[in-house]
């Protein structure tokens, strides 16, 4: 079967939107792939604001998430593999989705043996448990 996330991750969103909340996603920016501004990346993490009034173009593949937006003032494409995404979830109450990984999903560093590439230190890799803080 194919993966769920990409079906998950769009109704989430829709229903975060439809339910005057501002949907915001926790991203993996070492998976292979991850186009985010680099700047903005915390532990391994970053968490995007993917509301309309935020985002451009947001398009919500099958395989990757993408849109366009300013940060900083600076316009950028982001692109986001949906292997990458870890949450979803809504600003004003937290209500949303952790996800984990799915059976028979590629290895997100890319590896066939769950260990990370050799020229990634151990030590810039997020932990195993996804975490979700409140962003102000």
Avoid at 82 to 89: D, G, S, T
């Amino acid at each position: 079967m194919t993966s769920s996330r990409p079906y998950l991750v769009r109704s989430l969103n829709e229903w975060i939107l439809d339910n005057d909340c501002t949907p915001y996603i926790v991203v993996d920016a070492g998976v292979q792939g991850v186009q985010v501004p680099t700047e903005h990346v915390a532990n391994g993490q970053i968490v995007l604001n993917i509301s309309p009034g935020a985002v451009r173009g947001l398009v919500i593949g099958n395989g990757a998430l993408e849109f366009s937006a300013r940060f900083g003032g600076v316009p950028m494409q982001v692109f986001i593999p949906l292997q990458a995404v870890m949450a979803i979830y809504a600003k004003e109450n937290g209500e949303g989705m952790v996800f984990g990984s799915e059976p028979g999903s590629p290895d997100p560093d890319g590896g066939a043996d769950g260990n990370a590439p050799a020229d990634r230190r151990s030590d810039e890799r997020p932990s195993g448990r996804p975490t979700l803080k409140v962003v102000k």
